[in-house]
């Protein structure tokens, strides 16, 4: 098919002028090296092009004039993050009442293992399920069934009595995981304005840090408890929280209005947007947006189900590679193992006191939350890829700095202390935030639920070598060696963050596959959108050709 795509100049306000209209070429014979070859990673969209990123109403021109977070905006989030927030609660409680745990029922360091690692194999099973279960019946229904395993799993851990039924209820922590471990993000990102997105996504992780704390605490509120009472009693706490998730999805927060439009039902979804957008703002143009990538995105990829993922075309290849890549590489970096085992490496440093243990939990806990915060604050200003950077070399240093303490005959407390709190610093204001916000951004709409199933599941996958092997690692090749390890892991990660991950700050999410096209070359799905966007220039010129010849007869008649 002809198309006139080299033909056309961008002029004023967007539009486009034919320049040549007697010149023609096919589809397949256009270069697009010169595009590809100027496309850098670090660049922010731009006003786009016909054949670039299309214009569109969502947050304002892409991020040049910024919507305002609604009310219902800043509402719907604080609902969806307490997903996160119950998954930070279970890593807190953990910290501390895994010897609490191993001493009560005289479990082994083996066993221990297990019961640490278990929960990752258990949430790679709920993974399975989540694609289907927030595809077929929403965000907002999947959050809820999460949320109701979360439930179950922390009053079975509190009445268990053996390793039996302590497993039992792991394992319904695990499935609760599993199920909802990216759907708050997924959530958020689908309901925010292009421009707020990175901050909004970020209290994702935020929560997930006050649950962390709250965790900590909970050693602290039942300090003066007998040992094999007071741990049943933190498990028993954490119900609340999904409790109160469930409550606020039947009362309080609607459903993704992409989920909506992904279903046909787009009068609730324009209802959805605007509660979020303000009053003068135009839904319907989201929604029509919204529509027509997801239509785009479907027929580029010519395929149904898990075929797009399994036979992907050379733009979904590379989004697969950085979107699962970014999830590995988040675990990769060791942070399971350090945060799960943190109170036996805090005794390692020479740390023995149980009130001391727990203070520096605490006091982490905070610097974790903190730094969280000023990421939220960074996202939307200098982007996800710089700060991935500062992230990795940081946390790559602060792995160095332990590893040399370590190697020392004379371990220095308060330096081993000071090299925790760096590292947990630095990965909590890039690397924790930022990878499931890019692997959320990246992924197309239509096949957004299984790829962040896929991407769930590898992240489990590596959390469960990582923190399963904990001790066996350290102690064959030592604490130094360990850190060592995990610094180089920290290298490789920044490598392929430099090489692979491109800015996402400021893109609409339906843009996404088209960005990965033009990287890519990708003729399946730019070919696509050249000519639907000459089908769709033809019916505008057509109609106002209608409009000019009604307007002259109109004029001829009087």
Not at 207 to 219: D, M
Not at 252 to 271: I, N
């Amino acid at each position: 098919m002809p198309s006139n795509v080299d033909n056309w100049e961008e002029g004023e306000n967007g539009s486009f002028d034919e320049a040549n209209p007697d010149s023609e070429r096919d589809l397949d014979d256009y270069d697009n090296s010169e595009r590809i070859t100027s496309i850098n990673l670090d660049d922010e969209p731009t006003s786009p092009t016909r054949f670039g990123m299309r214009q569109t109403q969502e947050g304002g021109k892409r991020g040049e004039e910024h919507v305002p977070i609604s009310r219902s905006a800043y509402t719907f989030t604080a609902c969806a993050v307490i997903n996160s927030l119950t998954f930070g609660y279970e890593i807190g409680i953990n910290t501390g009442a895994a010897k609490l745990i191993q001493d009560d029922l005289g479990l082994t360091s083996v066993e221990l293992e297990v019961y640490i690692g278990s929960f990752n194999i258990f949430a790679m099973i709920g993974t399975i399920f989540a694609h289907f279960l927030s595809d077929s019946f929403g965000r907002r229904r999947a959050l809820q069934t999460s949320a109701l395993c979360y439930i179950i799993g922390y009053i079975t851990m509190a009445s268990s009595l053996d390793y039996l039924f302590l497993m039992v209820g792991r394992a319904f922590l695990g499935l609760g995981l599993g199920l909802g471990i990216a759907l708050d993000t997924m959530y958020i990102a689908e309901i925010s304005p292009a421009c707020h997105r990175g901050y909004l996504v970020s209290w994702s992780h935020i929560a997930q840090n006050i649950g962390i704390l709250f965790g900590f605490s909970s050693g602290l509120i039942f300090l003066n408890m007998p040992d094999n009472v007071s741990w049943r009693w933190m498990f028993g706490m954490g119900s609340i929280f999904p409790g109160v998730l469930i409550a606020l999805g039947f009362l309080v927060f609607p459903e993704s209005p992409r989920w909506l439009v992904l279903q046909g039902r787009h009068v609730e979804a324009s209802k959805v947007l605007a509660q979020i957008y303000p009053e003068d703002f135009d839904v319907e143009v989201i929604v029509k947006d919204i529509r027509e990538r997801i239509d785009k995105e479907e027929e580029a990829n010519r395929a149904t189900g898990w075929d797009v993922i399994l036979f992907p075309t050379p733009a979904i290849q590379s989004i697969l590679v950085v979107g699962i890549g970014i999830a590995i590489a988040e675990q990769a970096t060791g942070i399971a193992a350090i945060q799960y085992f943190l109170a036996f490496l805090i005794e390692e440093t020479g740390i023995t006191a149980k009130e001391g243990q727990i203070g520096v939990l605490i006091g982490l806990g905070i610097l974790k939350l903190v730094f969280t915060a000023i990421s939220g604050q960074l996202l939307d200003v200098i982007g996800r890829r710089k700060l991935l950077f500062v992230s990795l070399a940081g946390m790559a240093f602060s792995l160095l700095l332990l590893s040399v303490n370590f190697l020392v005959s004379t371990r220095n407390t308060s330096f081993a202390v000071f090299g925790i709190a760096l590292y947990l610093s630095f990965y909590s204001v890039g690397m924790g935030p930022a990878a499931w916000l890019v692997s959320t951004e990246i992924f197309p709409t239509s096949i957004r639920s299984k790829s962040l199933s896929v991407a769930t599941f590898s992240n489990r996958v590596v959390a469960t070598l990582v923190s399963s092997t904990f001790f066996s690692l350290a102690y064959a090749i030592s604490w130094a060696g360990f850190f060592l390890l995990m610094a180089a892991v920290c290298l490789v990660v920044l490598m392929f963050v430099w090489i692979q991950v491109p800015e996402t700050k400021g893109r609409p999410l339906e843009d996404m596959t088209l960005h990965f096209a033009e990287l890519t070359g990708d003729q399946n799905f730019l070919g696509l959108e050249n000519n639907l966007a000459e089908m769709k220039d033809t019916i505008e010129m057509t109609e106002a050709e209608m409009a000019y010849e009604e307007g002259n007869l109109s004029g001829t008649m009087a």
